[in-house]
């Protein structure tokens, strides 16, 4: 079966960075629409950012100069590369892919980021 595994959340305080990894089984991410969400408490999930089966990455306004998404074919793995980290930035962050072929998602755990001084 898919499975997701995302990797490398944490506690840091603002202006740091921290790079989340999304590790893919059963399902390639290079085909396929792969997006990173993020959850905060009380809030709805939102959409950070996604990449094309073509490469093309689109980014939330929020996050926009400061995250950038990349994937390793040969490991089938996405990366959220986050710099200059800030307190709103605080959220359980979720990895997602949408198959191509069925159109269903396919979600990860989810990996808690803690942005505090």
């Known amino acids: 079966q898919v499975q997701l595994v995302e990797s490398g959340g944490g506690s840091v305080q603002p202006g740091d960075s921290l790079r989340l990894s999304c590790a893919a089984s059963k399902i390639m991410l290079s085909i396929n629409v792969a997006s990173w969400y993020r959850q905060a408490p009380g809030k709805e999930r939102e959409l950070v950012g996604r990449?094309?089966?073509?490469?093309?990455?689109t980014y939330n306004e929020s996050v926009k100069g400061r995250f950038t998404i990349s994937r390793d074919k040969a490991k089938n793995t996405m990366y959220l590369q986050m710099n200059s980290l800030k307190p709103d930035d605080t959220a359980v962050y979720y990895c997602n892919v949408r198959s191509s072929y069925s159109g269903r998602d396919y979600w990860g755990q989810g990996t808690q980021v803690t942005v505090s001084s």
């Open positions: 990449i094309t089966s073509t490469d093309t990455t």
